[in-house]
């Protein structure tokens, strides 16, 4: 073999399907026809997958800390529920995209406030750019209405052909579908030259500038990317409960976000589907324990996954899985979080 | 002669601390330039300056005749001003192969395509394998860098530079905290560098600098103190007094 | 007029409030470069302790305060030793997940204890009212405000200018590296202000419960205050977060009373603009290393 041709093998190879990759989306559809009884709590995990998707996009490959992520899905999730209140684009997938380059345009406009500065100054402004919208949404009750929300929004067959059913059905596939792509499409970009520039500035942003890499453009592109993504989460969230109120844009939800992403680990993109199984999974015993007071038990996760370190607790949970492929494949474990490339 | 990298009265300072002063530097086309000084002479601080790291207060930075003063530290690489860094800057999860490979793909335009995978590119493809071959990385381009031998990373770190295909090459401490077993290769690689580029070494070690360089200034207190082929600078008694003075003081 | 020094004085009242509130936030991030977003619980911890203790327990006001002081200064120095300091030097990440999850079991154990709705510390007759200086409505309650805080205020700025305590704070805040060269136990320095802070948040706390509101919500609510006055005072001295404290407060009040409808718009903006303007804060030499 000449070295170009191992050069670009090799290469290739980073991005070839993984069996383990292929098991999960396998599973994945599996529970989609298992449970056909749990359509809307599987159409919420989705919605959060992609939700988190997009975090890992800026947090997991380009850096970030965003305290204000649900800027973006409260955008996406207004834009849809208007589209859709006031018809002006009734067919959902078309409104989808749209509602997600409304986020997007945000995000475009705001990456360059969140790219100057430090972490704190990013906290800041991420955090601040969401207060605002929900200050925004509130002022313009008239529009948005107000604390009681969107009533109303009656969604129309997606591309005319499947209605949305009271059971979730539609709702679930469909946001089963977009998921899927967005992931094929999130897969390609981080296996491009672009992704790899990426972790090339995660890692190191000086280091980065100087093999030539446009870092602030590169944050940008990506910043607007994630917004774009977190937009269509929003917009699904819209058109799969036909609501949309203030609480789209609330702290909270950029919080748990966090901790979604947190559980399932940044920096490899299955990080933020696993932590919004596990997630719900958690919200769903912790509500059944104390009703009310479930976030308690949610800020005791946060603390003790920070306390016993996330790569440990990343080490300890993907033991079990890694002896299995040990063991059946006879070789090293393919599921891993890269251990110091975690931020 | 034409000059490949100038820089007229740098200026600059930390508060009221003057760490580069009226800083003049000509590097002739093609040279084996070396740049040395006592230690907090500052000649980090000329390299930050030159990739840009640092803007100074005053002065011009020529690169072959266009001023690039200005410019970002990424639009310099792309000018063709490229660096090797001192201590381990290397990115230690990535491999050989997609470290110099993101280099060449940056170096081509090919940075921002978000579409097409790693390793489909028939001209990154080309460049890398050529890269990583003159520097005998080849048989090491798929494991993680952090588990490399120290020569290797070194030796990385050139290839790194040389795939940004630098019009001038500033080389930071090539050989520092190289093991003496693997200290050939390093000189070997310095050595055999494509003549056509330029190469500015900054250095400690003065074996290196006068079995390398045509060329040599000496920088003291941020301002130059000489400046010529190395066999008068080494007669000079000024450099005499300030490296016997710092060796008096050690 | 008169309304304008009615705002300007509420303003100040407000704005000292949340130096009192935030100072000790400040101080964290100065020193240790910690992100504290659970500065805001031990505020709300001060306030209901407050409560309790004048509501249930029939103590006066005047003697509640000090408790208040005391107890989250307590729960800060135990927090403090017992986690914060294993997280000092974590990355930022890190520190905003952990904090924000002791806000979330803050919020949630006390609307298990106390109920979510707002509660109201029952004041002595002698503050509620108002006065009238030349025509000017002066509420009693809030001159109190203005007096306390501003009293706190000056001696934290004689403890910090005068006392050893206070140099070896300094010396540490500059450069804790070169501090601990000197021989100065920078970890002791920094527990012990990390509970002052708390005990001061508390003693905010406990104050703020007439003005503010105090329900299990307050954490989550003024977290963005709380940064506003550390992120545009910057964190090198306590003058810093006063005048942008008394900034916001003022800005606040009279956003509130000029453009009611634009609600907190005003300050969020005005924040933004601020930090693009200057990342490292208005006053501010670096916020965060």
């Not at chain 1, 998707?53 to 834009?79: E, K, N, T």
């Not at chain 2, 200034?217 to 941020?222: C, K, P």
């Amino acid at each position: 073999m000449t070295a170009v041709s191992e050069v670009s093998s090799r290469a290739i190879a980073r991005a070839r399907w993984r069996p383990a990759e292929i098991a999960f989306w396998i599973l994945v559809a599996c529970c989609a026809f298992l449970f056909p009884s749990r359509y809307l709590i599987m159409t919420d995990i989705v919605r959060l997958a992609l939700f988190a998707l997009s975090l890992d996009l800026i947090l997991g490959y380009a850096g970030i800390v965003s305290l204000g992520h649900a800027a973006f899905f409260g955008v996406g999730a207004y834009s849809a529920g208007l589209m859709a209140l006031h018809g002006i684009i009734t067919e959902p997938v078309i409104a989808l995209v749209v509602a997600g380059l409304v986020a997007m345009v945000l995000g475009f406009l705001t990456s360059f406030l969140v790219i100057r500065g430090v972490d704190l100054t990013r906290l800041m402004v991420t955090l601040g750019i969401a207060l605002l919208l929900e200050a925004l949404a509130e002022r313009f009750s008239n529009i948005t209405g107000g604390s009681d929300g969107l009533q109303g929004i009656e969604m129309a067959p997606i591309l005319g052909l499947f209605a949305f059913d009271m059971y979730g059905k539609t709702g679930f596939f469909y946001s089963l579908i977009v998921l899927f792509l967005l992931f094929l499409l999130a897969r390609r970009i981080v296996h491009s030259p672009f992704g790899l520039s990426l972790r090339a500035i995660r890692n190191n942003p000086l280091r980065a500038s100087a093999i030539g890499v446009p870092v602030d453009r590169r944050l940008i592109a990506v910043y607007t990317v994630a917004a774009f993504y977190a937009g269509i989460a929003g917009a699904l969230f819209t058109q799969t409960t036909a609501l949309a109120s203030l609480d789209v844009f609330s702290f909270e939800r950029s919080a748990d976000l966090m901790l979604v992403l947190v559980i399932g680990g940044t920096g490899y993109l299955y990080g933020g589907l696993i932590g919004a199984v596990v997630f719900k999974m958690l919200q769903e015993v912790f509500s059944t324990i104390t009703p009310q007071y479930w976030q308690f038990w949610i800020g005791l996760v946060l603390v003790v996954i920070v306390l016993v370190g996330r790569d440990r607790m990343h080490r300890w949970a993907l033991w079990l899985p890694n002896l299995v492929i040990r063991q059946v494949a006879g070789r090293k474990a393919v599921v891993a979080v890269p251990k110091s490339d975690a931020p | 002669m034409t000059i490949a990298l100038e820089t007229t009265g740098l200026e600059k300072s930390f508060g009221g601390l003057r760490v580069a002063r009226a800083l003049s530097l000509r590097v002739e086309q093609g040279a084996r330039h070396a740049l040395i000084g006592p230690n907090g002479a500052g000649k980090t601080t000329v390299i930050n300056l030159l990739t840009g790291v640092l803007k100074p207060n005053a002065g011009r930075i020529l690169l072959e005749g266009h001023d690039i003063t200005d410019l970002p530290v990424h639009a310099r690489v792309l000018r063709g001003l490229s660096r090797t860094f001192q201590i381990n800057q290397l990115y230690a999860d990535l491999t050989p192969l997609e470290t110099v490979g993101l280099a060449v793909s940056e170096r081509l335009g090919r940075g921002g395509d978000w579409w097409r995978r790693m390793g489909t590119l028939d001209d990154v493809n080309r460049e890398t394998a050529e890269v990583l071959a003159s520097f005998r990385l080849l048989e090491v381009m798929n494991e993680r860098t952090a588990t490399l031998p120290y020569g290797k990373q070194r030796l990385l770190e050139i290839a790194v530079a040389i795939a940004t295909r630098p019009r001038v090459l500033l080389l930071d401490e090539p050989a520092a905290g190289v093991p003496a077993g693997e200290r050939h290769d390093i000189l070997a690689a310095v050595a055999a560098l494509p003549r056509d580029v330029t190469v500015l070494l900054i250095e400690h070690d003065m074996d290196l600098v006068f079995a390398f360089a045509d060329r040599i200034s000496v920088l003291v207190n941020g301002a130059m103190l000489v400046e010529g082929p190395p066999a008068e600078v080494a007669r000079d008694p000024r450099v005499k007094a300030v490296y016997l003075g710092e060796a008096a003081d050690a | 007029m008169t309304t304008l020094f009615t705002i300007l004085f509420d303003g100040v009242a407000y704005g000292m409030l949340l130096f009192v509130l935030a100072c000790g936030l400040a101080v964290t991030l100065g020193l240790m470069n910690f992100v504290n977003l659970a500065h805001g619980a031990f505020a709300m911890t001060g306030g209901y302790v407050c409560a309790v203790l004048v509501n249930q327990s029939g103590w006066p006001f005047f003697a509640a305060l000090p408790l208040a002081f005391v107890a989250s200064a307590l729960i800060g120095a135990v927090l403090e030793r017992a986690l914060y300091r294993h997280l000092y030097a974590r990355s930022h990440l890190d520190q905003v997940l952990f904090s924000v999850g002791l806000v979330f079991m803050s919020v949630a154990a006390v609307d298990y204890i106390m109920g979510s709705s707002r509660i109201f510390i029952k004041l002595p007759a002698a503050l509620e009212g108002q006065l009238d200086f030349f025509g000017v409505g002066i509420g009693r309650y809030r001159l109190m405000i203005i007096v306390i805080c501003g009293l706190l205020t000056l001696a934290l700025q004689l403890i910090l200018a005068r006392t050893r305590f206070g140099s070896r704070l300094r010396a540490a805040v500059d450069d804790p590296r070169a501090a601990s060269g000197l021989g100065i136990n920078v970890p002791q320095v920094f527990a012990l202000t990390f509970a002052f802070g708390c005990g001061l948040a508390g003693l905010g706390g406990a104050l703020s419960a007439e003005i503010l509101g105090l329900d299990p919500y307050f954490p989550l609510k003024f977290m963005i205050y709380f940064l506003i006055v550390v992120t545009v005072g910057g964190s090198s001295s306590i003058t810093g977060p006063f005048l942008a404290s008394l900034l916001l407060g003022i800005g606040d009040v009279a956003g509130k009373y000029y453009v009611p409808k634009m609600g907190p718009f005003v300050i969020y903006t005005l924040m933004i603009v601020l930090l693009i303007w200057r990342p490292n804060g208005l006053f501010g030499r670096t916020v965060a290393r």
